[in-house]
């Protein structure tokens, strides 16, 4: 079994963390001269570890080990959220360094060998999950022409030229290469921790759908229109929440959550009574046959409220990704080494949160682990995990990796 080495292990990510360091966290978001600066050092550390390192036209840092194969890909991504952790997404990145060096260092690993990657932009500043998209080939070039970057507006080309990386090639997946893709990251939630449970086997990543639902009534003075004659688009929103919250609690599964984290109300005025409301709905569930109950009951809810008034009622979908299933092969070489490594302490479960696997899923076998996340905390700079649980982590992860290598 190749051995991790954890004080090298937390050594490297505590100086990753001093890229773009904000607090206790990291801020360090995709082509930001943080994130830049981070991509030379992961070439360097990876080149260190006996891989051929190098950043692709896209951004992604690539470490290829010496011959043909058959290999897995390991790896995450190493840019942040604004004002984010040390850990979302550069643990991945670091554990698939250390496995490299690791494997490199045990005689009975021999021929044996894993492909690092860190993706760029996994947090979506110009699109989602450009860097893993990319090497999928799921990713086109008049999509890069289009990307601007959603604060700023400058052109996803722009950030490519300035990066040095204007006309460098784009890294991509040769499938015959790889026996599938293992990817490692915080749980980013607390079902672990409230669980006490010290590694996830993440059974499937959730899909997510957006719902927009528009209120149109009459707006008016809130002092001389009587409640009688109003159409009040206010009311009519907030009667739908509570209709909302209370169908879905009944047709949910384990592991549905449902969030109305938009409202607007137009004007948005004490003594007017609003013309127009929006909401948005989103709902995320491991589960295709789930998410189309779920959002057959919003669409059924939002018709009905319309055909009852006084108030329109108009519901789109905004947006979707559809639920992506891990590979029950490596699903099971990751349970496998839990189990040796924690006792009973592992369990399996969804990933609520979307991650670079799921892209890398629609191209070969792919599997991802979890470690506690201390409170649940992420995209916050006071994210955490105990280092006892980042190395026992990294244990379990080179472990799969091998029985999966072997396999
Ligand atoms: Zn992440």
Avoid: K
Wanted: hydrophobic content about 45%; overall charge negative; proline content about 5%.
């Amino acid at each position: 079994m190749p051995a991790i080495d954890g004080s090298r292990l937390i050594g490297d990510l505590r100086e990753l963390a001093g890229f773009g360091r904000y607090r206790t966290g990291v801020h360090r978001p995709a082509f930001s001269d943080a994130d830049l600066a981070a991509r030379r050092w992961l070439v360097q550390r990876m080149a260190d570890a006996g891989l051929d390192a190098a950043v692709d036209g896209i951004g992604n840092v690539i470490g290829r080990a010496a011959g043909d194969g058959p290999r897995l890909l390991v790896g995450s991504h190493s840019d942040t959220q604004p004002h984010g952790g040390w850990l979302d997404g550069a643990m991945g990145v670091v554990y698939g360094i250390e496995l490299a060096r690791a494997m490199r260092d045990d005689p009975a690993c021999r021929g044996l060998g894993v492909d690092v990657a860190s993706w760029q932009d996994e947090e979506g500043h110009y699109t989602s999950f450009l860097g893993s998209r990319s090497f999928a080939g799921l990713l086109a070039e008049d999509e890069i022409d289009r990307a601007r970057h959603r604060d700023d507006g400058v052109p996803l080309r722009e950030a490519i030229a300035r990066a040095g990386l204007a006309g460098v090639p784009r890294a991509r997946l040769d499938a015959a290469r790889y026996r599938g893709y293992l990817e490692a990251h915080i749980e980013q939630g607390a079902v672990l921790e409230s669980g006490r449970r010290r590694i996830g086997v993440v059974t499937a990543i959730v899909g997510i759908v957006v719902y927009r639902v528009t209120f149109a009534g009459d707006q008016n003075h809130a002092g001389t229109t009587p409640m009688r004659l109003r159409r009040d688009a206010g009311v009519a929103l907030t009667a739908f929440c509570n209709e909302v919250h209370r169908e879905l609690a009944e047709l949910a599964g384990p592991a549905t959550v449902w969030t109305i984290g938009r409202i607007v109300l137009t004007p948005n005025a004490p003594s007017v009574v609003p013309g127009r409301a929006e909401l948005l709905l989103q709902i995320r569930d491991p589960s295709l046959a789930i998410m189309e109950t779920l959002g057959a009951a919003a669409i059924r809810l939002a018709e009905a409220a319309d055909r009852a008034g006084p108030c329109r009622v108009a519901i789109e979908r905004a947006s979707y990704t559809e639920p992506v299933a891990m590979d029950e092969p490596i699903a099971a070489a990751i349970e496998g080494a839990a189990a040796r490594r924690a006792g009973r302490g592992w369990m399996r479960m969804p990933s609520g949160a979307g991650h670079d696997a799921q892209i890398l899923a629609r191209r070969m076998p792919a599997g991802m682990l979890f470690v506690p996340s201390i409170g649940g905390v992420s995209h916050h700079y006071t994210e955490d995990t105990a280092e006892d649980d980042i190395v026992l982590g990294c244990q379990v992860f080179a472990d799969a990796a091998e029985a999966i290598l072997r396999s």
